[in-house]
């Protein structure tokens, strides 16, 4: 579906860049934004092709479709420990229709200013898109110039997600602000499937390395009540993997500037 530069997919203040000006232009309507990623299985001795298409021609591209109000901000993120889905595009967005519109405005950018360019079929082998409803992230500094810089997230398989949400907004979510606050965690969130795979229930937490994540966890797992919502009463299998970000395109307003 998403034919060369392929977009991620959080409702109170997802914090990578866009998404809180989003989210605030969809309060009236009382609808959190869809988040949208494109995932690829690339070839390891060909990534530098990959990141630099992205970061000389794609973030240029999905900045058309920033501007033109299709998506609140685009980017990728690459895997540092993780699975076989190396390279990860992402956007955010009102909706499915609209996030689908951006990604033609942005394919139309690319092809426009650098024509054929870097077609990610020739360094990749498989593909696949998801489409995830934002829950309500912590409340980290919204004038920070892009997501990450590196990320882990915890996805799980459950049975009642309903449950899932309300066990993070009424107690986990609050754990999770406190190591944002102390400047552990730049963010941390959780976002839904919408229409994707079998992995429904993903938690991410963001920070300036993977060591600051890790630390950040440890902070987070001890402050745990024992009488807390416990996540494997409704969720059986579970995976983790940590990520770096890319560049990020974004409104001016999403940064601070």
Not at 29 to 34: R, S, V, Y
Not at 132 to 156: C, F, H, K, R, V
Request: with cysteine; proline share 5%; charged share 20%.
């Amino acid at each position: 579906m998403l034919r060369r530069v392929m977009p991620l997919a959080l409702a109170a203040a997802f914090m990578w860049p866009g998404a809180v000006v989003a989210q605030e232009e969809m309060a009236e309507e009382d609808t959190p934004p869809m988040l949208m990623i494109s995932s690829w299985k690339c070839d390891f001795g060909n990534m530098d092709k990959i990141v630099e298409d992205w970061n000389m021609r794609g973030v240029n591209a999905a900045q058309a479709a920033v501007e033109g109000g299709s998506w609140g901000a685009a980017g990728v993120f690459y895997h540092d420990w993780a699975d076989e889905w190396n390279v990860n595009y992402w956007a955010v967005g009102k909706d499915i229709p609209t996030l689908l519109e951006g990604q033609d405005a942005s394919n139309a950018a690319y092809e426009e200013a650098y024509g054929d360019g870097t077609d990610p079929w020739d360094h990749c082998s498989e593909h696949k898109d998801g489409f995830y409803q934002l829950g309500n992230s912590a409340d980290g500094d919204d004038t920070t110039e892009g997501p990450g810089p590196a990320m882990a997230i915890s996805s799980w398989k459950c049975t009642n997600v309903g449950a899932v949400a309300e066990a993070w907004d009424s107690h986990t979510r609050a754990k999770a602000q406190a190591v944002v606050d102390a400047g552990q965690w730049n963010d941390a969130g959780v976002f839904y499937h919408a229409w994707a795979g079998e992995w429904n229930v993903n938690y991410y937490y963001q920070g300036d390395d993977i060591p600051s994540i890790l630390e950040g966890w440890q902070s987070f797992i001890s402050s745990m009540d024992d009488d807390g919502p416990d996540i494997t009463e409704w969720c059986s299998e579970h995976r983790d993997g940590f990520y770096s970000f890319g560049p990020t395109a974004s409104t001016p307003d999403a940064t601070g500037d």
